[in-house]
């Protein structure tokens, strides 16, 4: 039987804290569902219009194609060779079903593997997905926080904290990514690094910086703006998704209004506490649905709804995850037969 070794110890708290901080958002959704009458929700779930929530449900599917175009642009423009769309389609589906899995989808980040198997080192890769990312969450907060500011006339100072935490981190965003799109002194802040942890992760630092920023200027300035147009095209077929399920649900709300609040909880959503936004998005829909009149049981009822889109969504994801894997073991097995 293995024993635990003294470097093991000082692990544990930091993943019991981890643990407890994932639990959050669960623990508010079952906060809020003991809070509410069940048979309400059951009863608005089944009043539920099949054809337009099955219309709802394979928009997700359109919104992840015109994200894997955005990513598409950005790998091409670093890569060896042109990535096809529906390879890149695959990869995206995977990392959408990683993503799902884990708080504030840093399972995302698997896309850097995608993205090095197609000539991009480590750096270029890097900064393909966290450019991606910047840019998808720059545009959701723009349109959550002008949404929000837009209804904060009709509810007065109900909504000033939602409103807060998007023009904040909207804030905070604009300014890393314009210091790091305008910043031509990143030898500098390589330079730093060596003084602090020594010169091998310096000249490390240095070269990563180098690929990461270069892969970035690789992108011609029509290439940038197709992103951004692909983004926020994205983030409204998010919005009418939504929509078409309050209609399914018979939710009779103003659509600019549940747009403002879908967005606002794909904000509080990205926070570690949760995942696929279990209890987050939950607690958004029912407090701020609520100054639209919408009753608890109904917010629940739409949100569950979101939640079951997502995970068909997750599901088609995880077999392109395992076909990817499947297809990187049958090449590894091949080149290995091949060499011996």
């Known amino acids: 039987m293995a024993e635990s070794t003294p470097h093991d110890e000082p692990n544990r708290p930091v993943r019991w804290r981890r643990l407890l901080l994932h639990l959050i958002g669960p623990a508010v959704f079952v906060y809020l569902l003991s809070r509410i009458d069940l048979g309400n929700v059951l009863e608005a779930l089944k009043r539920t219009h099949l054809t337009a929530y099955s219309i709802a449900c394979a928009m997700p599917f359109l919104l992840l194609f015109l ?37 504030g989808r840093l399972g995302e980040l698997c896309k850097i593997g995608y993205a090095r198997k197609h000539g991009l080192d480590l750096g270029a890769a890097t900064a393909t997905v966290l450019a991606d990312r910047i840019v998808d969450v720059f545009v959701l907060l723009m349109l959550a926080a002008v ?30 990514f314009a210091a790091v799109l305008l910043s031509v002194r990143f030898r500098a802040a390589a330079g730093f690094v ?93 407090y701020l649905l609520a100054y639209a009149g919408v009753s608890s049981e109904q917010a629940i009822a739409l949100s569950t709804l979101v939640l079951f ?27 290995d037969a091949t060499s011996s």
């Not at 990513?71 to 993503?99: D, H, K, P």
């Not at 500011?149 to 890393?176: E, H, K, N, Q, T």
């Not at 889109?309 to 090449?331: D, E, H, P, W, Y």
């Open 67 to 103: 994200k894997a175009v955005r990513w598409r642009v950005l790998v091409n423009a670093s890569a060896a060779e042109r990535v096809s769309v529906g390879r890149i389609y695959a990869y995206s589906l995977a990392g959408l079903f990683l993503g799902a899995a884990t708080p």
């Open 194 to 286: 060596s003084k602090v942890l020594g010169k091998r992760l310096g000249e490390a630092a240095a070269d990563g910086l180098d690929a990461f920023f270069h892969s970035l200027r690789r992108v011609a300035p029509t290439g940038w703006a197709g992103v951004l147009f692909l983004t926020v095209l994205a983030w409204l077929v998010y919005c009418v998704q939504k929509v078409t399920i309050a209609v399914a649900i018979g939710l009779a709300i103003n659509p600019l209004y549940l747009s403002a609040v879908c967005l606002i909880a794909a904000v509080l959503a990205m926070l570690p506490i949760s995942v696929l936004g279990l209890g987050t998005r939950d607690a958004t829909y029912v």
């Open 309 to 335: 889109s997502m995970i068909l969504t997750s599901a088609a994801g995880c077999t392109a995850f395992m076909v990817l894997g499947r297809a990187s073991q049958n090449k590894g097995a091949s080149c």
């Open 147 to 176: 949404l929000g500011a837009d209804y904060m006339r009709f509810f007065g100072g109900g909504l000033r904290l939602a409103w807060l935490l998007s023009w904040g981190p909207l804030l905070i965003v604009l300014g890393c």
